[in-house]
């Protein structure tokens, strides 16, 4: 079945590139060029997943994904004109599945759109018999991951990542003690032939350190080889 993806951003030419591309990917797109005028149409008839810019006038995408969250749990990705990370965090705790900082690729996007498409179906109940397919929970140490909900705690306390920092830890978490090159987290992370340079792994894996420190100060499962890549350690 093709997937709706619903975009709404103030500004035309996004609106307009984003639109194409979903559509030429074989996507079926509505847009919406504020929050007010967007809500409404997202509760009463909800896409598969809902592209919203963070800066806007009338009604910001914070604003926007707080009342969609009183009504909807449809997925959702944060754009932003800055690379802000109060705004990531505060999304992110609000319900928001991903967060992609402007000027951005448009294949990264809908790869991004196509991971946690995956993941929300995953989710779902099957067809025969109306029950929900088993999650493989994987667990390493003080580390429990559930791919199919997109959830993580670290010794039972909850921690918010993004769809990229997810695979990247599952990545390291499959394999504890094996080293994992750069090349390698950038193939789990960022697939349909998406390229990064190696930096763009550094900050992601900084990032998850950050958040896992949040709940845990002494967190130190995550381990830098230098000239070689990372490892995940479950003791």
Not at 28 to 44: F, H, M, N, P, Q
Not at 111 to 127: G, K, M, Y
Not at 160 to 170: C, D, G, K, R
């Amino acid at each position: 079945m093709t997937a709706t993806i619903a975009l709404v951003d103030d500004d035309r030419n996004i609106l307009t590139s984003v639109s194409i591309a979903l559509q030429t990917e074989g996507f079926l797109t509505r847009v919406y060029s504020d929050g007010e005028s967007a809500l409404k149409a997202l509760i009463d008839n909800p896409p598969d997943l809902a592209v919203l810019d963070i800066k806007m006038p009338k009604m910001d995408g914070l604003e926007l994904l707080r009342r969609l969250r009183e009504k909807s749990a449809i997925p959702v990705i944060f754009l932003t004109s800055k690379d802000d990370e109060l705004d990531e965090a505060l999304g992110l705790a609000m319900g928001a599945d991903d967060y992609i900082a402007k000027p951005f690729s448009q294949r990264l996007l809908i790869a991004r759109i196509r991971a946690i498409l995956r993941r929300t179906e995953a989710a779902q109940p099957t067809a025969e018999g109306g029950e929900e397919t088993p999650a493989e929970v994987l667990e390493r140490g003080r580390l429990v991951m559930d791919p199919a909900r997109h959830r993580v705690t670290w010794n039972g306390t909850n921690v918010t990542l993004t769809v990229t920092e997810f695979l990247i830890l599952e990545t390291l978490a499959q394999r504890p003690g094996i080293v994992k090159t750069r090349n390698q987290l950038m193939d789990a992370a960022y697939q349909d032939d998406i390229y990064v340079d190696d930096r763009t792994i550094d900050s992601h894996i900084k990032r998850v350190r950050r958040k896992f420190r949040q709940v845990d100060p002494e967190f130190d499962a995550i381990e830098t080889l230098y000239g070689a890549g990372y490892r995940f350690s479950d003791e």
